[in-house]
Each structure stands twice: as C-alpha cells, then as structure tokens.
T-cell receptor, first 113, second 112 residues
Framework: DAGVIQSPRHEVTEMGQEVTLRCKPI?????LFWYRQTMMRGLELLIY????????DSGMPEDRFSAKMPNASFSTLKIQPSEPRDSAVYFC???????????FGPGTRLTVL | SQQGEEDPQALSIQEGENATMNCSYKTSINNLQWYRQNSGRGLVHLILIRSNEREKHSGRLRVTLDTSKKSSSLLITASRAADTASYFC????????????FGQGTTLQVKP
C-alpha cells in the first residue's frame, strides 16, 4: 500500500481564495482524521470521520472550514475564504480501528499571503 | 478530552546516550501511543501499550505505563543522530472514540 496520500504537497495562495486539500486514506481503514500543525498551536485535530460520516468536528476553527468524505477512498478539506492565519501544515491520517495506530500522510504546507 | 502532556519539552544528548521522555494524562485510558515526527514530515507511530500492560519493547525503544500514576515513559537506548525528532504521546480514553489528542511533544536532539 502507498500509505496515506495527500495533495497538493505545497500550496501558496492569496487571501480570500478558496483552498482545497485532498486526502486518500489507506484502503480498508474506516477512520480518517484531519489535523493542522503550527508552531504556536501545535498539532490540532480538526475533524474525523468513521465510515465516511463526520463524527467530531469540534476542532474546525470556523465556518470557513469544511470537510467532506464522499466515499471511503477520498476526503477533502476546504477553506473558503482563506486568511493568512490559516497558514499551517495540514495532515491527514487514517486508522483501521477505533483507538488503533494512525498512519499519517506527508502533509500539505499551506501558505496564505 | 484525553490529552497527554510530554516532559521535558526539549532534550539534548550525545550520540550513544539514552533518552527518556515522560507523558502524563488525566483520565482512564484504553491504551497509550507514542509517535515520532521528523522535521517537515508526518507523524510515525512507534508503539502502543495497552492499559493492562506495564512495559513494552520495540528494538531500542522501551515504553512503560503506570496507570496508578497516570504516566508513561519512553526510553530510547543507545541514541543515534537519526533519532533527532519530536516525540508525542497520545492516550486513548477508555471510551475509545477513535480520537487522539496530541500534546506539544518532546523535541529530542541527538548530537553526533
């Protein structure tokens, strides 16, 4: 298996633009997680899905952020409109069982100018 | 929510020395996991220890768990420069929702 795949790896955009981050979890994994990492706030859980259903989105910072999982092999995290304070590394992770080890993707480094 | 707190925040040692980092948490757990993050990379799972286990080994890693003290430790023996990374613990609460909450981590520097 190729592991968790994220795209793009780097994204530079201007304030106000829409940003879409993509994730392909490991095949057969029922859980998918979106995290954001900054120096100031560390690694924050934004939202996670079980069997394509959002379970906990309490970490989503505000309405500008939305996440979807239309099928078991694809998820998106969208920011609209983007702001400079959204600049961070966004990680996607997946796991097979509740509370089992999580496999992280390489991350998307987002810079909003 | 269940979050681990790592201590120390930073650790600097010489190659060949042992490195010990600690994790404390607040509520009962199902298991506790340790992860490593190299600079610019995603987290990598190192080891999982269940609540009914006291010690676990994996190569040069040794993890202990004391549920009465709500603490865990990660020992890396005979450290190498390649062990330079941030290390995070993630306790999984007994309700086991699947969610992991990561702390700030311990940044380990191993000098050659």
């Amino acid at each position: 298996d190729a592991g968790v795949i994220q795209s793009p790896r780097h994204e530079v955009t201007e304030m106000g633009q829409e940003v879409t981050l993509r994730c392909k979890p490991i095949s057969g994994h029922d859980y998918l997680f979106w995290y954001r990492q900054t120096m100031m706030r560390g690694l924050e859980l934004l939202i996670y899905f079980n069997n394509n259903v959002p379970i906990d989105d309490s970490g989503m910072p505000e309405d500008r952020f939305s996440a979807k999982m239309p099928n078991a092999s694809f998820s998106t995290l969208k920011i609209q409109p983007s702001e400079p304070r959204d600049s961070a590394v966004y990680f996607c992770a997946s796991s097979g069982l509740a509370g089992s080890e999580q496999f992280f993707g390489p991350g998307t480094r987002l810079t909003v100018l | 929510s269940q979050q681990g707190e790592e201590d120390p925040q930073a650790l600097s040692i010489q190659e060949g020395e042992n490195a010990t980092m600690n994790c404390s948490y607040k509520t009962s757990i199902n298991n506790l996991q340790w992860y490593r993050q190299n600079s610019g990379r995603g987290l990598v799972h190192l080891i999982l220890i269940r609540s009914n286990e006291r010690e676990k080994h994996s190569g040069r890693l040794r993890v202990t768990l004391d549920t009465s003290k709500k603490s865990s430790s990660l020992l890396i023996t005979a450290s190498r420069a390649a062990d330079t990374a941030s290390y995070f613990c993630a306790p999984v609460g007994s309700s086991n929702t699947g969610k992991l909450i990561f702390g700030q981590g311990t940044t380990l520097q191993v000098k050659p």
